[in-house]
């Protein structure tokens, strides 16, 4: 089978899971073919997936198979053979699998219990060090990924940053209602400038978020940033232009938009010795963040910005490291 034809099949098992959470559910599928079969050849290794579903009927391989990856990894491997298992014997018994490793994971938050590699992060990483990385990269002229990468340090978006699109907020008064919720956008206004967000994680839960620019500085670097953007050719149905993107077709695949944030945050080195194994991601810039906030005002903005209740960012993202 093909990644299209398991696409389509895990599309039918849960049709209203989002296109993103499809492409890691057939990723976790596809790596662990590829684990448990290291010697059968991969024809075109990007589009073939596995043969058939026969290997996850043998559970002690897969639990081995699965062991040394981070608890997140483990349960989305799971989860998405859950999915697309018809056995219900098999289903209940990786079902019982992802629930313990659903109470580890509390446990270990619980206990602010993280991986060796998060833990260097936490202890040699501040906020200050992001700032200088940051500045460093709008030194450099690299104005795009300094911007990107403020947006995420400043609001904790999570991906979506990267779909953002410009518009003026002239077009945007007039977008219809379903238009905004289909979209993320930047408005540009010299006074008001802000976000509007109606595609990320939580959007069934909160609906449009908007959120303001308010740090003048970003808001400047932004629209001296908009300045040199070369004007883009509009299709029929699209109402700004990709800001973090260099696509001339004007369509944003979910791989893309996870390359652009890899891209961006692989600028980021560990602060000692300039490392990129100890390189930040996103959820490391969370914890950063939120570990060494001046109190829960900022917090509570936090929460409204990214979709995210204050328990789940706590719960998730402070350790106190600090």
């Known amino acids: ?31 662990l073919y590829r684990k448990l079969n290291p010697d059968t050849p991969h024809i075109n290794d990007n589009n073939i997936i596995c043969v058939n579903f026969e290997y996850i009927k043998n559970k002690e391989n897969v639990l081995d198979a699965i062991k040394d990856l981070h608890i997140t990894s483990q349960r989305n491997t799971l989860t998405s053979i859950i999915t697309i298992c018809e056995d219900n014997e098999l289903k209940n018994y990786y079902g019982k699998k992802v629930q313990e490793l659903n109470k580890q994971q509390t446990e270990n938050y619980n206990k602010c219990i993280v991986s060796e590699n998060t833990d260097f992060k936490l202890k040699n990483w501040c906020c200050e060090d992001i700032e200088k990385c940051i500045l460093h990269l709008k030194l450099k002229n690299q104005f795009d990924t300094s911007l990107l990468l403020s947006l995420i340090y400043h609001y904790l978006f999570r991906n979506e940053v990267a779909t953002l699109q410009l518009i003026k907020k002239s077009k945007y008064d007039k977008m219809p209602e379903e238009e905004k919720l289909s979209g993320n956008f930047i408005v540009k206004h010299y006074s008001t400038m802000f976000i509007s967000r109606g595609v990320y994680k939580t959007d069934k839960k909160h609906g449009l978020i908007l959120t303001k620019i308010d740090d003048k500085v970003l808001k400047m670097d932004l629209l001296n940033y908009f300045k040199t953007m070369k004007p883009a050719v509009y299709g029929e149905k699209t109402w700004g232009q990709f800001i973090f993107m260099n696509n001339t077709d004007n369509i944003i695949t979910q791989e893309l938009v996870s390359k652009r944030i890899s891209r961006a945050t692989s600028e980021f080195k560990d602060p000692i010795n300039k490392d990129s194994k100890y390189g930040l991601g996103t959820s490391s810039i969370n914890k950063i963040v939120i570990d060494n906030l001046p109190g829960i005002e900022k917090l509570v903005a936090i929460s409204k910005d990214r979709g995210t209740s204050i328990s789940t960012l706590l719960h998730a993202y402070y350790n106190n490291h600090s």
């Open 1 to 31: 089978m093909d990644i299209k034809e398991v696409s389509e099949l895990i599309k039918q098992q849960k049709p209203h899971l989002k296109d993103s959470s499809i492409k890691q559910y057939v990723s976790s599928l596809r790596n």
